[in-house]
């Protein structure tokens, strides 16, 4: 999802009122309304996608201009007028709604349409939605055991700390959980993950922003081997169903049943599995390119950073909040003496937190005092005579200090693998409903997500702090999906109109003249052109739709897979072109180059993109011929 409300910089910016747009859309629908009811004036159906598509282009260019508009003051001002206009266009689509409120009353269509779960979700995709929810809150419970980092230690270990296979090893790990989880909670683990074991290695700048933007590849294009992980994906799942009455839809001519979803995890595991592991191939190939030769000497990593799982877990538990030496200092920067930015590049060299403020001469009580705060009250102590002794260079009194602070960390160990080995049992449920709703669509789908929260909150429920943090975190990824739910509407209206009959005969006459091939190439490069700019959920959203019809069930499964691969790959392209991308620039700016621009962005992502398109476009010609 992209995340067009965020900024490059705020210089210069002027933010529109939104509460005044939501007003004056509602004057303009009331104005619709009361013209169409009065029989003085009707809208065209094709004012009605306008609307929309104005919308949709607004979004991206009220995100990227210096004007800007909050997108959900946008979508809910523009969902207005956009249900104002179809109540009031005179269609056979418009015409049976009139004709359900005049025969049964205004209570009966709002029971159906509005208080159902049936009816909302054919409205605004309300089963994928709740899903969505229900995983957000899954994955930042999960989060917060630290599991993706003491994962990360045990490979460093594995690979005797050279980076390359270790970095290769956690993105493998990452891209297949990015097929179950949810790849916007996962890239934010990754992030920081990686640059962890970078900055041990003290890999130049240009490396650690490479790692960081190659995060959105392996949690976008390579996630997409399932539904589940990514929202396009699920809005794919939803809108792809048997809606043509015919026997040709089954094996060996069996009937399907009306409704039934086509894109099954069998779909998924057939179709996009091979295209999001030759993508991958692309990524560890480009990986190789940058990180080649580095290395972290294991005898000499810094202690914090030998227990990062358990480091990162007290940082949670004991101060509600977790984050890298480098956001910690900014933080604290008016308690460092101005010494804040020395120290900086000191830990951008590789040099522990700790020995990067000896060095500066920061006080010892403003040491301890900032360690204790870094870590925990406890080990404030022994971490500062630790990193004292690195600093004079004693080896003797460096070892001993060690051992005294590895002790202290190994008593605090159980804690976090208790509450790992809960979330580690809360799959168990996720995974046993996905298997029952793939078994029965009816089963919905959130209670899946809602009942792998359910189980692994058991786990932090009683740490007040840490179940503060993972439940703020959720709420605030969550809430990036909001103004989705207007968007589902408006496109769910425009359907209603007919409107996407026309692109479904677009794609059938050019299947006729150019062939299977090329027209699931081309929705490819449509779908990634677009979702570089627009959001991937609303261009999924209004593609998919053009599927419906088609008789074919494997030129369906072909282009449904095309334009997966197209949602993921445009995602990667811009700054602001998924949820993913906003995550990893925006860490770019804050901890790695603060002078990083949207164009040096497209310009370094453009090459393991284009490799990736290369790529994929083989996967699609393959298929195509097979079909």
Not at 23 to 38: D, K, M, R, T
Not at 184 to 192: C, E, K, P, Y
Not at 571 to 583: E, F, K, M, N, P
């Amino acid at each position: 999802m992209s995340g067009h409300g965020k900024s490059v910089g705020t210089q210069n910016l002027v933010y529109l009122s939104g509460t005044k747009f939501v007003v004056g859309c509602a004057v303009a629908a009331a104005v619709i309304l009361a013209l169409g009811l009065s029989n003085v004036w009707r809208p065209k159906p094709w004012m009605l996608a306008a609307e929309v598509f104005a919308t949709i282009v607004a979004l991206f260019v009220l995100g990227s201009i210096r004007y800007r508009l909050h997108k959900n003051a946008l979508t809910y001002g523009a969902a207005l007028v956009i249900v104002a206009t179809f109540a009031m266009a005179g269609t056979p689509e418009t015409a049976e709604f009139h004709r359900q409120v005049a025969e049964h009353g205004w209570w009966y269509f709002i029971k159906k349409n509005l208080l159902s779960f049936h009816g909302l979700d054919k409205l605004v995709h309300a089963d994928t939605m709740l899903f969505i929810l229900g995983l957000t809150f899954f994955v930042a419970v999960i989060a917060q055991t630290r599991l993706l980092e003491w994962t990360t230690m045990i490979l460093l270990r594995r690979w005797h700390g050279w980076v390359l296979p270790t970095v290769i090893s956690v993105t493998a790990v990452v891209s297949f959980a990015s097929g179950i989880l949810d790849g916007v909670s996962m890239i934010g683990l990754t992030i920081r993950t990686l640059v962890i074991i970078l900055m041990i290695a003290a890999a130049p700048k240009e490396s650690i922003r490479f790692a960081v933007m190659i995060c959105t590849a392996v949690t976008t294009v390579c996630g997409m081997w399932l539904a589940y992980g990514e929202p396009p994906n699920l809005i794919m799942k939803a809108n792809v169903v048997v809606s043509y009455p015919d026997n040709n839809f089954g094996p060996n001519g069996t009937p399907l049943p009306m409704g039934k979803p086509l894109l099954t995890d069998g779909f998924f595991l057939r179709y996009c599995m091979p295209a999001a592991v030759c993508a991958y191939l692309c990524v560890a190939w480009n990986l190789r390119r940058k990180l080649r030769g580095s290395r972290v000497n294991l005898s000499q990593m810094d202690v914090l950073d030998t227990h990062a799982a358990t480091v990162r877990f007290l940082q949670a538990q004991r101060h509600e909040e977790v984050f890298t030496p480098i956001e910690f200092v900014e933080n604290h920067a008016d308690e460092l003496n101005g010494r804040a930015h020395a120290i900086v590049e000191r830990i951008r060299r590789g040099e522990p937190f700790g020995k990067a403020m000896v060095l500066e001469n920061i006080p010892p009580a403003t040491r301890r005092r900032l360690l204790g705060k870094y870590v925990a009250e406890e080990l404030a102590e022994p971490l500062d005579d630790h990193y004292v002794a690195m600093a004079t260079g004693d080896g003797a009194k460096t070892s001993r200090s060690e051992q005294i602070v590895n002790e202290a960390i190994a008593k605090l160990k159980p804690r976090r693998l208790l509450a790992q080995k809960i979330g580690a049992l809360a799959l168990i449920p996720f995974i046993g409903l996905l298997v029952a709703h793939a078994i029965n669509h009816h089963i919905p789908l959130f209670f899946a997500s809602c009942a792998g929260f359910a189980v692994a909150f058991l786990g932090i429920a009683n740490i007040p702090t840490i179940r503060r943090l993972a439940l703020r975190e959720a709420r605030h990824e969550y809430a990036e999906y909001y103004f989705l739910f207007p968007l589902f509407l408006s496109i769910t209206l425009l359907a209603n109109i007919g409107f996407f009959n026309q692109l479904q005969a677009l794609i059938e006459r050019g299947v006729e003249h150019m062939g299977v091939t090329m027209v699931a190439w081309l929705q490819f490069a449509g779908c990634t052109v677009l979702s570089a700019m627009l959001d991937n959920n609303v261009v999924a959203d209004f593609a998919s739709r053009a599927l419906l019809h088609l008789k074919d069930v494997t030129m369906i499964y072909l282009f449904a897979m095309s334009q997966i691969a197209g949602y993921a790959a445009g995602g990667c392209l811009t700054h602001i072109g998924s949820a993913q991308s906003v995550v990893a620039y925006a860490f770019i700016q804050r901890d790695v180059d603060e002078t990083y621009t949207p164009f040096q962005w497209i310009k370094e992502m453009t090459p393991v993109l284009i490799s990736i398109v290369v790529v994929l476009t083989g996967v699609i010609i393959v298929e195509g011929t097979i079909h």
